[in-house]
């Protein structure tokens, strides 16, 4: 009878992630991409990985998982807007949130046409470890950022004029209802006349705002004349610049409704040059009601957006696990727009 070896049996040494990406000629970013189910993988490369990773017995380790996704106490504000007091408030707004929660705020501008916008926000994420990510518009409308968050594990909340995602990660601001009031306030004021400056198209609160707008005109019994529908940038400066076509037209309007504060000041500042009278010769009405609002003269009738309460808002949501608490049960006020009547816009003459 044969005696038993004593020498001991060969362990069969595991596969690991660099044995996998070796095999199968990629990054170890890919072959973790391809693990985590990540959309930004080519079909041919994801399927050649897989079968090294089938043929190879390879099973992601959870626990050397786990280190590689550890999270810093640093929440990003990742954002794209024109109006640097909207970011500002914003941030006030998330730092109310975060106040002796031991995590910190760290802002990240982008602009979202830049070619290497996925490149920089992934760069962004990934050196700072960030506990989670904060978008306000139009960072937010943007599903191939969103897809890429997802991609590296890192947990978000949008804050956008309508719902696009879960309710655990949504704020939504329903500007609709705030841009159909200052209709309905222009048309009660027996203006006929009325203009519409939108924002850019890339901004989804754009085409919301100026759906509730000519929509509640429509209402009321007033097209919005296409002579009168023009798009601004969001900025003072397209403000001005629309203020002074709409102007120039041979029978001008009345009135000027546009979809945010900074180019309503921007039109009064047309205005202004053109040796008008303000409210006498026109009305203006803005959107968001920044502070500015109320400082410049005539103050400016203005729909209320509580920005400062939706960047407090998105952050709640955000620390909400941490806290043990389901974002989706958080109980949350609806942000309801509230048009706030100030001197700008007078009865139509």
């Known amino acids: 009878m044969a ?14 992630i660099n044995d996998v990406a070796r095999v199968a000629e990629v990054s170890k970013k890919t072959v973790s991409r ?24 390879f099973t992601p380790d959870p626990q050397a998982r786990g280190l590689a996704f550890r999270r810093s106490f640093l929440v990003g504000l990742i954002y794209d807007n024109p109006s640097p007091t909207y970011v500002v408030n914003m941030q006030q707004g998330v ?19 830049a070619p290497t916008l996925l490149e920089d926000i992934r760069g962004f994420v990934e050196r700072q470890r960030l506990f989670g990510v904060i978008m306000p518009p139009s960072m937010s409308e943007d599903e191939v950022v969103i897809a890429l968050l997802r991609d590296l594990d890192c947990p ?54 100026g759906r509730g707008f000519s929509e ?43 979809l945010n504060d900074d180019m309503a000041i921007g039109v009064m500042q047309a205005a202004r040059e053109r040796n008008l009278e303000l409210p006498r010769d026109l009305s203006v009405v803005g959107f968001d009601d920044l502070p500015m609002a109320a400082r410049v003269w005539p ?8 920005i400062r309460d939706m960047g407090r808002m998105a952050a709640e949501k955000l620390l909400a696990p941490l806290r043990g608490v389901d974002p989706a049960k958080l109980e949350q006020p609806e942000v309801h727009p509230a048009l706030v009547v100030r001197r700008s816009a007078i009865p139509a003459i």
């Open 156 to 209: 978000y909340v949008r804050i956008a004029s309508v719902s696009l995602d879960q309710p655990q990660s949504m704020v939504i601001t329903n500007d609709w209802m705030g841009a159909a009031e200052a209709a309905r306030h222009l048309a009660d004021l027996g203006h006929r006349r009325i203009a519409l400056v939108r924002g850019p198209g890339l901004f989804r609160s754009s085409e919301v705002r």
């Open 34 to 57: 391809v693990i985590n189910k990540s959309p930004f993988v080519r079909e041919d490369t994801r399927k050649r990985v897989e079968a090294v990773i089938a043929d190879l017995g």
């Open 216 to 258: 509640a005109l429509a209402e009321r019994g007033i097209p919005l004349d296409p002579q009168y529908d023009v798009t601004g940038a969001y900025t003072f400066e397209s403000g001005v610049e629309a203020g002074h076509h709409l102007l120039s037209l041979p029978q001008p309007p009345s009135a000027i409704f546009t």
């Open 95 to 113: 730092l109310d949130a975060l106040k002796g929660s031991g995590l910190e705020l760290v802002v990240h501008p982008c602009n979202r046409n």
């Open 299 to 306: 103050n400016l009738t203005s729909v209320r957006l509580p």
């Open 3 to 16: 005696q038993d070896d004593p020498r001991p049996a060969k362990t069969v040494k595991r596969a690991t």
